[in-house]
């Protein structure tokens, strides 16, 4: 009788599995937001005024620059980009793409004037206001849950967790024949809208040509995944999927062709909340795609952790040129504690959603973004004064204000 009360309850809860990926930064699409986001900050380091809109494409030994720049700062993109594959790692030998080998093609211009005219805070003929506007048309999702400390669902973060972990191996000292291209994936039953277990690993690294598929295997269960992941949420059920093709010699650019923006999921909620489809890296805070994600964030974060909400998602709407957003939605999706309608009252009221105000306000202009490129935009409280969307000083006020 025991037995099959236990059997009924396990039937009757709400249970699925839920997985999201990430990759390190020797992915080539990730080589290509490291670039493309190093390029950002070496145009903010002189002049907060830039206007930038990089796109990197990676393959073999080809770096290809695309899109268009205003500024004022004078810096040798070969330099640059140099510098990025360096501190990605790309410094062996056997991997084609390498710091001291890549031939770079450069086709950057500058921003056009009709797109300059509605972002600038300037009035301009047939402009409908004098503000900064939006630089783009555009949807945006912000999203926070209260499933880890951090406020992220559990399946990006612990996916990121492991691909830092990853690399961090990778530049130590020990594992030498550990490579840059490495990708991470993390599957989570769900109880009752709480992670329950954690029903499978999957870990591809690339490695050099000396060390075997085995003892990649048995050094990653041991030293990354048991190391890194909660003990309590691993089971004697959970699967681990470790370099599952067997040899993984040829990655990067060399085995893959790599472009900016291709992992906005990754970057964002790993698929949990929703994206309003624009990238990030390589866009200057004028580009709503990104600084108005980063603020939805910021008001997700506050309302979860103001514990107004268990969950939240706020979405944001522009018209390009335009200060004001067109909408503001948010959603608790009925975890909310207080009245729904108090939570976007005190949201409206203690948050600007005007461009200009939330680059000030989140202090936006300056060379921060090479820091935001891996492992997430967002749940990483390594450096709060570079990622000030991570900050949770609202939450005194949220509460206040739906008291």
Not at 297 to 321: F, M, P, S, T, W
Request: aromatic share 8%; charged share 25%.
């Amino acid at each position: 009788m025991y037995q099959l009360i236990k059997i009924c309850k396990y039937v009757m809860a709400n249970s699925f599995i839920f997985s999201s990926e990430s990759v390190t930064e020797g992915h080539p699409d990730k080589v290509c937001d490291t670039i493309s986001d190093s390029i950002v900050d070496a145009c903010f380091a002189d002049d907060p005024g830039s206007r930038v809109a990089c796109e990197t494409m990676v393959k073999d030994n080809i770096v290809a620059l695309g899109g268009e720049i205003t500024t004022k700062s004078q810096f040798d993109y070969q330099e640059v980009v140099k510098e990025a594959i360096t501190g990605i790692g790309y410094t062996n030998d056997d991997c084609k793409f390498n710091a001291d080998n890549f031939f770079l093609l450069n086709a950057i211009g500058q921003q056009s004037p009709d797109i300059a005219q509605g972002v600038d805070a300037a009035a301009a003929d047939d402009k409908e206001t004098a503000e900064q506007g939006a630089g783009d048309q555009g949807i945006m999702f912000g999203y926070a849950v209260k499933e880890t400390a951090e406020l992220m669902p559990a399946p990006i973060l612990y996916s990121h967790q492991l691909g830092k972990a990853l690399t961090d191996l990778r530049k130590g000292t020990g594992y030498e024949w550990l490579r840059p291209d490495n990708k991470t994936q993390v599957s989570i039953e769900y109880v009752d809208g709480k992670p329950n277990r954690i029903t499978a690993v999957v870990v591809s690294t690339q490695h050099a040509a000396s060390i075997s598929t085995q003892e990649i295997r048995d050094i990653l269960k041991k030293d990354l995944i048991e190391k890194v992941l909660p003990g309590e949420l691993l089971t004697d059920d959970t699967e681990y999927h470790i370099n599952p093709t067997g040899l993984f010699i040829i990655g990067g650019p060399e085995g893959d062709c790599g472009l900016t923006g291709r992992k906005i999921i990754v970057d964002t909620y790993g698929g949990m909340g929703r994206h309003g489809g624009g990238a990030f890296s390589g866009k200057d805070p004028s580009k709503v795609d990104r600084s108005a994600a980063y603020m939805c964030r910021y008001v997700a974060k506050n309302v979860v952790a103001a514990e107004l909400a268990d969950r939240c998602e706020l979405q944001l709407a522009y018209a390009i040129g335009y200060p004001d957003p067109v909408s503001v939605h948010v959603d608790t999706f009925g975890t909310n504690h207080v009245d729904e309608d108090k939570i976007v009252a005190a949201v409206k009221e203690i948050f600007s959603f005007k461009p200009a105000d939330f680059i000030n306000d989140l202090n936006l202009l300056r060379p921060i973004y090479r820091k935001t490129t891996n492992y997430g935009h967002f749940g990483r409280e390594d450096d709060l004064d570079a990622l000030t969307w991570e900050k949770t000083d609202k939450v005194d006020a949220l509460k206040s204000a739906c008291s």
